[in-house]
């Protein structure tokens, strides 16, 4: 089983920068593909950007330019590089490890983004 805790949320302003991180327990990190998903108040869960075990990425077309998702497996870590945020950025973002038919998910953590 592995659990993951994301970190690095918070309150920002306009045109700001944060970064996510998505620590992964359990062994086998480097097989998982990772995700993060996002969900904002009374819209569903929409994802943000994924990255494969080889390391190919791919990202909502919302947010490609601004955001940077990357992986480090010696420390079982995801990010999720966010820069020229916009207030329709804020949600609660999620962590996701997919591996076959094998998912798992982190608490969330909030970002808003505000003035």
């Known amino acids: 089983q592995v659990q993951l805790v994301e970190s690095g949320g918070g309150l920002v302003q306009p045109g700001g920068s944060l970064r996510l991180s998505c620590a992964a327990s359990?062994?086998?990190?480097?097989?998982?593909?990772m995700l993060w998903y996002r969900q904002a108040p009374g819209k569903q869960r929409e994802l943000v950007a994924g990255i494969t075990s080889g390391g190919a990425t791919n990202y909502a077309d919302s947010v490609k330019g601004r955001f940077t998702i990357s992986r480090d497996n010696s420390k079982n870590t995801v990010y999720l590089q966010m820069r020229s945020l916009k207030p329709e950025d804020t949600a609660v973002y999620y962590c996701?490890?997919?591996?076959?038919?094998?998912?798992?998910w982190g608490q969330g953590t909030q970002v808003t983004v505000s003035s």
């Open positions: 359990g062994s086998s990190f480097s097989r998982y593909a």
């Open positions: 996701n490890s997919k591996l076959l038919s094998i998912s798992y």
